[in-house]
């Protein structure tokens, strides 16, 4: 079965540095999305992207987070200049243009932010 | 707008016993429902997905979970829990249209008792 992968599965950084986690989705898929999850809460929606722009975005997503789609396969997440309350599990997932029956979520990214 | 109960933050039962895992959703549209599974620092496994087809969906390693519109629920259900089982779910809504996001409950830790 297809898969959405992300890399790395776990990432060290200093606080005030900027890092990218890195999501390839899958092929046929046109909506991408980010979520976190910060340890013990639950899973939280960051944004959507769709037609190469942000298509929605929640308020956790503020101005040191952005998403590009650099060439036809990644889909990235930076984070400018890291806090240390950006500790967290991310979650790239992906779907295609109908439907909901192709969501699917990658193993996510551990952000520890030092 | 859409949300997602799950009304047991823990649920413990005895190796062998089964399993059951509730959720309620709200949606103002017909929703499209999931459970996912997280084991300790891992990422998030996709259990089943409910997408308007049969009302009872089966997903894998032996977990069901049936469609109620009438209750609004969509509860998880295993008939013979294994010490494997040991993680925390989460329920996942989405309506259709728009943009898709889905919205995750607080999640549920399963502990299975040898």
């Known amino acids: 079965e297809p898969e959405v992968t992300q890399t790395p599965s776990h990432q060290v950084t200093q606080m005030g540095q900027e890092v990218i986690l890195r999501c390839v989705p899958i092929s046929n898929h046109l909506y991408f999305y980010w979520y976190r999850q910060i340890l013990g809460q639950k899973v939280e929606f960051l944004v959507s992207?769709?037609?190469?722009?942000?298509?929605?975005k929640s308020e956790i997503f503020d101005d040191q987070f952005s998403v590009e789609r650099p060439d036809g396969s990644n889909f990235t997440l930076k984070i400018r200049s890291t806090k240390l309350e950006d500790s967290a599990m991310y979650f790239c997932?992906?779907?295609?243009?109908?439907?909901?029956?192709?969501?699917?979520f990658g193993s996510g990214t551990r952000l520890t932010v030092v | 707008a859409q949300s997602v109960t799950q009304l047991d933050s823990h649920v413990s039962v005895s190796e062998g016993t089964p399993v059951l895992l509730r959720c309620n959703y709200s949606?103002?549209?017909?929703?499209?429902l999931f459970w996912y599974v997280q084991h300790p620092n891992k990422g998030l496994q996709l259990l089943l997905k409910?997408?308007?087809?049969?009302?009872l969906v089966k997903g894998i390693n032996g977990f069901e979970a049936e469609f109620k519109k009438s209750e609004t629920s969509f509860h998880l259900t295993k008939p013979s829990a294994h010490m494997s089982d040991a993680a925390e779910y989460f329920c996942v809504v989405s309506a259709s249209g728009g943009y898709q996001k889905v919205t995750f409950g607080t999640g549920t830790k399963l502990q299975v008792i040898p």
């Open positions: 992207f769709y037609n190469n722009e942000i298509s929605e």
């Open positions: 409910y997408t308007s087809a049969a009302t």
């Open positions: 949606s103002s549209y017909s929703p499209s």
């Open positions: 997932a992906s779907r295609p243009v109908t439907g909901l029956y192709g969501y699917t």
